[in-house]
């Protein structure tokens, strides 16, 4: 089965779902009109179709190594990702000073679906350069900035994101990393990062690292952090890479999946970097990149749901196995193999919209001012942590079903339906474990007194007009009930208990609102929404209550008992 990038589903769910027309009436995006937008994303699945696509089962079979120091990467990577760079598609949303497109995160999001979708482990590569090209942009000098932009956004150097040690995950304020300062306006850094994606490879000219370390006057936690840029190569006076840096790759990974992707153990030790925004506020630049780097992570869990759901279509087309009930050749027919399908082909939905939704908002936050402004920016903060996660926990559900279409073939290397499986777990735990998210959502989010939560309630509510009104109303008051509690409680851990079913009631009420919304404009995306209120939209009801049920429940058992 050849993957083909979902443009019509793309550009419907743009066009009458999220609002992107709304870019084009702002002065910064007055360009990203339809055509346009049609035109940029037919570009890109040509790439992701005839580039990304071929190489998808050579990082399975093929993964990446670490020989005599060097990271060699899978058959065809070097190719694909050239293809990427060439074609502008890493720099798609960075700015034109630099040699970028300038184009909405809107359209840079729709692009990375179709990537994500074709080839997850090399797409990973330019995702951690636009991470750090947006990091950049907002904190670099302009000295930083003129050298490392134009090379990033022309995949001439790529860029990765170093937070992770053994004994600071989440936690990041307890990070050992150290930096010195050297007199001359660099910076000496000493540490071991782990879990690096994409630390090195063998096709660009550079690789450059963002890292987090402390300062000898700087404050325990997260307050005394401060960000460098260390290249692996250090660019001479004409900024062309010179000497090696201090730091070195310890090792890379065996992983569940994503083998084509190197996830590096990398090690500094007295390596020259540059500061990055100011002296112990690095947090606050690294969350620049994270805060849309959890978007791009969703989108990642949103790619492999299409690739899996169109890979198990195919095959259930064409499988032949037992009667069905009209007498058609295929599975597809088969009741309980049309209800994987169905689910599968409904989640994907929702997730694009759900994501392309909160790019929306973040673009409108930034090409807006004062109420507007604040308006889009509370609603894409609300939507992020939503997005991230409940894309990432369909990615996998999406995928596993399509295991089960499969049959036992599905349980077989060969058919590709397991490495989508494996290769689309971790994005749960990238960028913040879905669990944090969540928490996000009921404690960060809420901390308005929930005018955004409001908002966006209110925003579905006054949309309810479709066949499903009633029904989107229905779970309308639902999440609101559960908003409500979540605002009342005093202890904090009663939210937290609660926060992953009301992350996914709130999902799940999105997609009630997107879905019926589409089955109101065209009549032919009504059955998908007959479904989803049918088989999906019916599990708020219960989301609800074990959101609402406070911490209790969970402490039922004490440690002993749970681990006896």
Same mark, same amino acid.
């Given at each position: ?194 879990? &690096?994606?994409?630390?090195? +490879?063998?096709? $660009? ?7 987090? *370390? @402390? =300062?000898?006057? !700087? #404050? ?55 500061? &990055?925004?100011?002296?112990? +506020?690095?947090? $606050? ?7 849309? *780097? @959890? =978007?791009?992570? !969703? #989108? ?265």
């Amino acid at each position: 089965m050849t993957y083909r990038a979902p443009l019509d589903d793309i550009a419907f769910t743009l066009d009458h779902l999220v609002g992107a027309d709304f870019l084009t009436g702002t002065e910064r995006f007055a360009e990203a009109t339809r055509d346009t937008r049609n035109a940029v994303l037919a570009e890109a699945a040509k790439v992701a179709e005839d580039a990304l696509a071929p190489v998808q089962r050579n990082g399975d079979l093929h993964p990446a190594k670490l020989e005599d120091g060097v990271v060699r990467t899978s058959p065809g990577y070097k190719d694909g990702f050239r293809a990427l760079a060439e074609g502008g598609w890493i720099g798609i949303a960075a700015d034109p000073e630099h040699g970028g497109m300038g184009l909405p995160l809107t359209l840079g999001t729709a692009v990375n679906e179709m990537m994500s979708s074709a080839c997850l482990a090399l797409s990973l590569c330019p995702l951690m350069s636009q991470g750090q090209i947006e990091a950049l942009e907002h904190h670099a000098s302009d000295e930083i900035k003129a050298l490392y932009l134009p090379k990033l956004i022309s995949g001439t150097w790529t860029g990765t994101m170093n937070l992770t040690e053994p004994q600071a995950g989440s936690d990041v304020g307890a990070l050992r990393s150290k930096a010195e300062r050297n007199g001359d306006g660099t910076y000496s850094i000493t540490g071991q990062k782990i879990y &690096i994606s994409w630390g090195d +490879n063998d096709f $660009a000219e550079n690789v450059c690292h963002l890292v987090l *370390a @402390r =300062l000898p006057d !700087g #404050v325990r936690g997260t307050k005394g952090i401060s960000l460098f840029i260390v290249p692996k190569l250090i660019p001479d006076a004409d900024g062309k890479p010179g000497e090696a840096n201090s730091l070195h790759v310890v090792s890379l990974e065996r992983k569940l999946g994503l083998h084509g992707s190197p996830t590096a153990v990398m090690q500094y030790d007295g390596a020259t970097g540059w500061l &990055i925004g100011e002296e112990h +506020n690095g947090m $606050a630049a690294m969350f620049t990149m994270m805060n849309n *780097a @959890r =978007l791009g992570v !969703g #989108v990642e869990g949103l790619g492999v749901a299409e690739a899996a759901t169109q890979k198990a279509l195919a095959y259930a087309m064409d499988r032949k196995q037992g009667k069905t009930p009209t007498g058609a050749a295929g599975i597809i027919d088969h009741a309980d193999v049309r209800r994987m399908l169905m689910t599968m082909k409904a989640l994907t939905a929702v997730s694009r919209a759900i994501c392309l939704d909160t790019a929306v908002s973040l673009d409108m936050a930034n090409a807006t001012e004062g109420a507007e402004r604040d308006y889009w920016k509370a609603r894409g903060a609300l939507l992020t942590p939503i997005a991230k996660a409940f894309s990432t926990d369909i990615g996998f559900e999406v995928a596993s079903m399509g295991v089960q279409v499969h049959g036992g073939m599905g349980f077989i290397e060969e058919t590709g339906a397991a490495q989508l499986m494996r290769d689309v777990r971790v994005t749960s735990i990238y960028e913040g474990t879905n669990g944090i998210q969540s928490m996000d959502l009921v404690g960060r989010k809420l901390m308005d007194g929930g005018v955004a939560a409001r908002a966006m309630l209110k925003d579905v509510g006054k949309a309810a007009s479709g066949p499903h009104a009633d029904a989107v109303r229905a779970a309308r008051e639902e999440v609101a009930e559960a908003t409500e509690w979540m605002l009342r409680v005093n202890d904090i851990n009663d939210r937290f208990a609660g926060s992953v079913p009301y992350l996914r009631a709130w999902a799940t009420l999105l997609g009630a609102h997107y879905l019926n919304k589409a089955a109101e404009i065209d009549p032919n995306r009504a059955g998908l929404a007959d479904f989803y209120m049918a088989h999906i939209a019916p599990q708020i009801t219960a989301l609800v209550s074990a959101a609402t049920s406070g911490s209790t429940p969970l402490y039922a058992l004490d440690a002993e008992r749970l681990a006896g």
